[in-house]
Every structure is written in C-alpha cells, then in structure tokens.
C-alpha cells in the first residue's frame, strides 16, 4: 500500500496502520482508474463523464430510456418480442435533438437541486451541536441552543 501510494504521489506519513493505509488508498483509488475503452473514445475525440452510481435523474438516458419504454408500452398490443424490440428502434431513431437538450437541462436542473440542499444541510448540521462532556445546557460559547426542541431534549 505505501508502494502505491508513493508511487502515485499521494501524501502519506510511513507510521500509518494498515486500516489508515487502506482507507487512504480507498479515497484516491477512483482517480487513478482507466479504462481501455477510455483510451479508445480519447484516441476518437471523445470524452468519457462518469456519473455517480444510483442517481438516474443525473443521466439523460434514463430519461430517453423512459420516452422509449412510455412508447413501446403504449404501440405494443402484440406481446412479440419481435414486435417490442421494431417499436424500440422505431422511437429510438426518432428521438430528436430537441428531446436530447430537454432531458440535459432536466438533468443539470436535478444536480443543482442536490448541490443546493447540500448547502443547506451544511448549514443545518453546523448548528446541531451536542456536548457530551458539557453540564450545562449551554453551548461553550455560552449561547443557549436555538433549535427548537434541542434545548428540552439536553434536560
């Protein structure tokens, strides 16, 4: 582990544990991943954006995706795999750039509302203080607790 980590000049101090190690070699793992498919879209121009694992409002295509299963469900009267799979490809071909664009703005609007409420628990979690080693019912700034319903709960 200080083998890849000093070879990859991540900062680390050499009285580390192992779980400390490991744990640092978890955090910085992710950014020294590659993938031959990476290389493959870069040799071509292309640029790969990896999105986060469970969030599929932060990704167009599963909103395309839903468009294309919306379409089939409403067309497919056959119950054929054949027939399921001629409707797919008929709405995937007709999937404008327009409907692109919409569900791209739909996605960034999505982020921005996470980014938004992670500011807000920011500074939420900033004001829950709780003193475990404190007697009294105040803070160490001598401030009583304004959030409601704290102050009866630290009695």
């Known amino acids: 582990m200080i083998d890849w980590l000093t070879l990859r000049n991540i900062e680390h101090s050499s009285t580390l544990l192992k779980p400390q ?6 955090q910085n793992k992710a950014r020294f991943v590659e993938y031959k498919i ?3 879209l870069r040799q071509h121009g292309h640029t790969v954006l ?3 694992p ?5 990704n167009p295509i599963e909103y395309i995706w839903g468009i294309v299963k919306t379409y089939v469900a409403k067309k497919n009267v ?5 027939v399921i799979m001629s409707l797919a490809e008929e709405k995937m071909n007709a999937i404008t750039v327009e409907e692109w664009r919409k569900v791209c ?4 609007e999505e982020e ?3 980014q938004g409420r992670d500011a807000a628990l920011d500074t939420i979690s900033e004001r829950i203080i709780i003193y475990l080693n404190n007697s009294s019912d105040e803070s160490e700034d001598g401030d ?3 959030m409601p319903g704290v102050d009866e709960l630290l009695e």
């Open 105 to 108: 703005l739909h996605a960034i």
């Open 54 to 58: 469970y969030h599929p409002e932060f």
């Open 144 to 146: 009583d607790c304004d």
């Open 112 to 114: 921005n509302k996470y």
């Open 78 to 82: 056959a119950m054929n795999i054949k």
């Open 21 to 26: 190690l490991y744990e640092l070699v978890l």
């Open 38 to 40: 990476d290389e493959i």
């Open 50 to 52: 990896r999105l986060p």
